[in-house]
């Protein structure tokens, strides 16, 4: 992002055409203030798109994800299964690897010095 430039609403209304030409095209911003307080920010228009894109992907992936979030009771009246309770369901034996420790083997440490 570029520079933020912050001046008065009476000066930017001097330096409009100026101010116009600087942030055509560029990442400069002006934040324009009133009684020395924040009021409006100007920017380029390619700027302002983007900006648009950036806010309505965040806004569709927010309503996406409230969209897809079920609460266990949806979950249960929807019939919903979780993969584990699906393949125990057709007959296959679901392993629980959380408890299964992986290290190297001594042989392996042996081998990998011999190189």
């Known amino acids: 992002m570029g520079n933020k430039n912050i001046i008065s609403m009476t000066e930017a209304r001097r330096r409009?055409?100026?101010i116009a030409d600087e942030l055509q095209g560029g990442?400069?911003?002006y934040i324009l203030t009133e009684r020395g307080r924040p009021?409006?920010?100007v920017m380029s228009a390619e700027m302002f798109e983007s900006w648009e894109?950036?806010?309505?992907?965040?806004?569709?992936y927010a309503n996406l994800q409230e969209k897809i979030?079920?609460?266990?009771?949806?979950?249960?009246i929807m019939g919903?299964?979780?993969?584990e309770s699906l393949l125990?369901?057709?007959?296959?034996?679901?392993?629980?690897?959380?408890?299964?420790?992986?290290?190297?083997?001594s042989s392996n440490k042996n081998s990998s010095k011999n190189v």
Request: glycine fraction near 6%; charged fraction near 40%; hydrophobic fraction near 35%.
């Open 53 to 60: 894109l950036t806010v309505g992907l965040i806004e569709k």
């Open 39 to 41: 009021k409006v920010v």
């Open 88 to 105: 125990s369901k057709e007959g296959y034996l679901v392993a629980d690897n959380a408890k299964k420790k992986y290290g190297v083997s």
């Open 16 to 18: 409009f055409f100026e």
């Open 27 to 29: 990442s400069d911003q």
């Open 80 to 83: 919903y299964i979780d993969l």
């Open 69 to 76: 979030r079920l609460s266990e009771e949806d979950k249960k």
